[in-house]
């Protein structure tokens, strides 16, 4: 039906550490013309229709035509059809023109937490960084993307999004920075040239508050860096090193780790001479009587030889 359509949006009210979760449906009449709807069937998930380009589709309604009307009415689930999540609604309502007609259709069980998240991306430099209010929230059913107010103690903290949220699922809602939970990195070069880059990082992480937080803190090295964890209390996870826990009134904690940027090559033979190419083979770090480890590449009978600088860290060789 031209000129209508429905959009998700969501109350995420928090007391304490319990909360309630309501999503309405905000059915839109962008036209001139007042409807009377006996039926009608909202789809939820990712619709592709055929649009100019300046239209992107959300969601379908799709609605009969009628003279009755009736003031109870009500959002019923249907399930998931052909990848679509479908709620349809039985009883007859009204659309007045340039108007939205809000009805309750969701209110899944929420799993939350509360956290203090920060993220940083390795650079050589000293920095520093505020955290962001996050609450982490799984669904017991699946939700329509759409927009979400947070609300603690009954007023208004922020506002997010989601995408099309599976049930099970966690996601972080982002409703703005703290400044009084934040995050000092010191960087200390241990060695960089042309071959070999190689870092000691510390990160301390400060609550200013007058209560307990959660807090996590993860820093992304793209791949590029061999990552050696120095605290017991800090774990590599895909491309990022990663620490989380408490912090009561005042608190700090400190994580450390060691990067080091890694480049290597061995000796191709051709009848033209021996050639250089990059190599992903692994290597081996070994230690002498004097307590220095070194680094040995051993291809085609080509040796490289090179002293480590750090006995902690890495020493990586072109």
């Known amino acids: 039906m031209s000129g209508i359509s429905w959009k998700?949006?969501?109350?995420?009210?928090?007391?304490?550490?319990?909360?309630?979760?309501?999503?309405?449906?905000?059915?839109?009449?962008?036209?001139?013309?007042?409807?009377?709807?006996?039926?009608?069937?909202?789809?939820?998930?990712?619709?592709?229709?055929?649009?100019?380009?300046h239209f992107r589709a959300q969601a379908m309604l799709c609605g009969k035509s009628s003279r009755a009307?009736?003031?109870?009415?009500?959002?019923?689930?249907?399930?998931?059809?052909?990848?679509?999540?479908m709620y349809s609604i039985k009883n007859?309502?009204?659309?007045?023109?340039?108007?939205?007609?809000?009805?309750?259709?969701?209110?899944?069980?929420?799993?939350?937490?509360?956290?203090?998240?920060?993220?940083?991306?390795?650079?050589?430099?000293?920095?520093?960084?505020?955290?962001?209010?996050?609450?982490?929230?799984?669904?017991s059913e699946f939700l329509p993307?759409?927009?979400?107010?947070?609300?603690?103690?009954?007023?208004?903290?922020?506002?997010?999004?989601?995408?099309?949220?599976?049930?099970?699922?966690?996601?972080?809602?982002?409703v703005g920075s703290d400044p009084e939970i934040s995050y000092e990195r010191k960087v200390k070069t241990i060695v960089h040239n042309k071959n070999t880059s190689q870092y000691d990082v510390s990160v301390t992480i400060k609550n200013r508050k007058q209560r307990k937080v959660f807090?996590?803190?993860?820093?992304?090295?793209?791949?590029?860096?061999?990552?050696?964890?120095?605290?017991?209390?800090?774990?590599?996870?895909n491309d990022n090193i990663k620490t989380e826990g408490e912090l009561d009134s005042k608190e700090q904690a400190s994580v450390k780790f060691g990067q080091a940027y890694k480049q290597s090559f061995f000796v191709r033979y051709s009848e033209s001479g021996p050639q250089e190419k990059e190599s992903k083979k692994p290597f081996v770090v070994s230690e002498n009587q004097n307590g220095d480890s070194s680094l040995n590449i051993q291809l085609l009978n080509i040796q490289i030889k090179?002293?480590?600088?750090?006995?902690?860290?890495?020493?990586?060789?072109?």
């Open 92 to 139: 007859a309502y009204s659309l007045s023109p340039r108007s939205t007609f809000s009805l309750p259709f969701a209110a899944p069980t929420i799993e939350m937490k509360k956290v203090a998240l920060m993220r940083s991306y390795f650079n050589s430099r000293n920095s520093k960084g505020q955290s962001e209010r996050v609450y982490k929230i799984k669904s």
């Open 8 to 53: 998700p949006r969501y109350s995420f009210n928090v007391e304490g550490d319990s909360n309630t979760f309501q999503g309405w449906a905000d059915i839109r009449n962008d036209t001139m013309k007042e409807y009377s709807i006996d039926k009608t069937e909202l789809f939820g998930g990712d619709v592709s229709i055929r649009q100019p380009r």
């Open 145 to 174: 993307a759409g927009t979400v107010t947070v609300r603690e103690d009954g007023r208004v903290v922020g506002q997010s999004s989601i995408g099309n949220l599976s049930a099970d699922e966690f996601i972080d809602l982002k």
């Open 215 to 237: 807090f996590e803190f993860s820093e992304n090295f793209g791949g590029r860096f061999e990552i050696q964890v120095i605290s017991n209390n800090a774990k590599i996870e």
């Open 69 to 85: 009307y009736n003031s109870d009415v009500a959002v019923e689930s249907e399930g998931e059809v052909a990848g679509l999540y």
């Open 306 to 318: 090179t002293k480590s600088l750090n006995k902690t860290g890495y020493c990586i060789t072109k």
